[in-house]
C-alpha cells in the first residue's frame, strides 16, 4: 500500500475547540493507518489564547501556512460579544476570500428526533452582508452597519449551489431573502440567484422571505433541498436547522475559495460544557471527511463516515447532547473501534 502524506493546518480553537480537535484527529489517523494516508499537522493558535502568546490574534506564521498547506481544519474560537477583537472567523474567510459556506444538513441513523430524515445543504454567502464589518458610530445615540451585497459576491455563491446541485442530482434550490423590504441589496441578490437559475431549467428554483423560511422549516422541512442565501440569513438558518436533526453538535462546514479551504463545525465554542468531556465531536468530525474528500482521500472518508453512523445507529456511546451517557474521548474511542 503506497502511503500518501497530507500537510493541513490545524486550529484547534478554544473553548471546546481543543476537546473535539483532539477527538478527530485521533479518529482521521486511525483511519489513515487502514488506507495508507497520514496527515502533518500544522498546529496554530488563534484568537485569545494566540494574543497571550504571540501578541497577535491571527499570527502572521497561521496566515503563511494557510497559503502554503492551502487546506485547514478548524475549531471554533471565542468572538467577544459588543467590543474587542474582530471574529477569527470572518476575517479568516475574508482574507483568503472563502466565498463560499457550504453546510449539509443530514439526519444520523437511529437518532430520535421530531424531523426525521432530513438531507438539505446550505450554500451561505460567506464575505459580505452585514458581516462585511463596516460600522460606525454617528453619535453616541446613533450606531449604523453597512450592508454589502454585491453582484459579483451572489452570482458566484449562486453558481456553487447550482453547480453542486447539478452534480450530485439535487432537485430544488431556493433563494432566501429580505427582497421585500431590503428592496436594493437583497433586490440585488434575488436577480443575481435568477440569473444562474436560468442557465439550470432542469433545476427548481424558488424564492422565499427568510421569516416566513423559519416558520416553513419548523412545519414541513422536508420541502427544502438546497437552501441559497446570504451571509446574516445563512448563519441564522444554519443553527436553525442544526436543531432539526439534533442539535449544533451534529452539523459540519466548509468554508471555500478558490485558493483554499477552511473546514469547521457550524457550532460555536460552547463556554458552558468547555473542559468537562462533554462536547460532541460528530460535527468537526463530519467537517473532516468533507475535508478528506476535497483532497481526494475518498476511501478514508468513506470509511470514517460509516464508522461514526454505525456509533450512531448502534445508539450505545453517544454524547448526552443527543441523549447518551458518554464523553467526548469515550465517543471518539467507540469511532475509532468501529472503524
Ligand atoms: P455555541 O455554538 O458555542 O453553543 C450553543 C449551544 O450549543 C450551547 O448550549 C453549547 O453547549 C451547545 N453546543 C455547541 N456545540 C456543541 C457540541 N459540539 N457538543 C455539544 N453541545 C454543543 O454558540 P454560542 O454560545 O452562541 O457561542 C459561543 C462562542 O463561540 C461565541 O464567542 C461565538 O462568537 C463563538 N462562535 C464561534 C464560531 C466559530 O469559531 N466558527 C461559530 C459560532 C460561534
Redesign the pocket.
Known amino acids: 500500500m503506497s502511503t500518501r502524506t497530507h500537510k493541513i493546518t490545524l486550529i484547534a ?1 478554544d ?2 475547540g481543543p476537546e ?1 480537535s483532539a477527538a478527530t484527529v485521533s479518529i482521521l489517523e486511525a483511519a489513515g493507518k487502514q488506507t495508507g494516508c497520514t496527515f502533518d499537522w500544522h498546529r496554530y493558535d488563534a484568537g485569545a489564547d494566540a494574543f497571550a502568546k504571540t501578541g497577535e490574534y491571527i499570527p502572521k506564521a497561521l496566515y503563511n501556512s494557510i497559503e502554503d498547506t492551502r487546506v485547514a481544519l478548524k475549531g ?4 467577544p ?1 459588543g467590543g474587542g477583537f474582530s ?3 470572518v476575517t479568516l474567510r475574508k482574507k483568503f476570500d472563502l466565498y463560499s459556506n457550504f453546510r449539509p444538513v443530514k439526519s444520523l441513523p437511529g437518532l430520535k428526533t421530531k424531523f426525521p430524515d432530513i438531507d438539505m445543504v446550505i450554500f451561505r454567502e460567506n464575505t459580505e452582508d452585514l458581516y462585511s464589518g463596516v460600522e460606525v458610530m454617528i453619535n453616541p445615540d446613533l450606531a449604523q452597519s453597512f450592508k454589502i451585497i454585491t453582484t459579483k459576491g451572489s452570482t458566484r455563491i449562486a453558481q456553487s449551489a447550482f453547480d453542486y446541485a447539478k452534480k450530485h442530482n439535487r432537485k430544488k434550490v431556493h433563494a432566501i431573502h429580505k427582497a421585500n423590504i431590503m428592496k436594493l441589496s437583497d433586490g440585488l441578490f434575488l436577480r443575481c440567484c435568477k440569473f444562474v437559475a436560468d442557465k439550470f431549467p432542469e433545476i427548481t428554483y424558488a424564492e422565499h422571505i427568510v421569516d416566513n423560511t423559519c416558520m416553513q422549516l419548523v412545519m414541513n422541512p422536508w420541502q427544502y433541498d438546497i437552501i441559497l442565501t446570504e451571509n446574516l440569513y445563512g448563519d441564522i438558518l444554519s443553527d436553525l436547522c442544526s436543531g432539526l436533526i439534533g ?3 451534529l452539523v459540519p462546514g466548509a468554508n471555500l475559495g478558490t485558493e483554499c479551504a477552511i473546514f ?10 468547555a473542559g468537562q468531556d ?4 460528530t ?1 468537526l468530525l463530519q467537517s473532516a471527511v468533507l475535508m478528506l474528500h476535497h483532497i481526494d482521500e475518498t476511501d478514508t472518508a468513506d470509511n470514517v463516515q460509516t464508522a461514526l453512523e454505525k456509533v450512531y445507529a448502534e445508539g450505545k456511546t453517544l ?1 448526552r ?1 443527543v441523549g447518551g451517557q458518554s464523553g467526548t474521548k469515550a465517543f471518539a474511542e467507540a469511532v475509532i473501534a468501529a472503524l
Not at 264 to 273: L, N, W, Y
Not at 278 to 281: D, F, L, S, V
Open positions: 480553537g473553548g471546546i473535539v471554533p474560537v471565542t468572538t460579544i471574529s477569527i472567523n442539535g449544533l453538535g469547521e463545525a457550524v457550532h460555536g465554542s460552547a463556554p458552558d460544557i462533554k462536547a460532541n465531536p460535527a454524547t447532547d
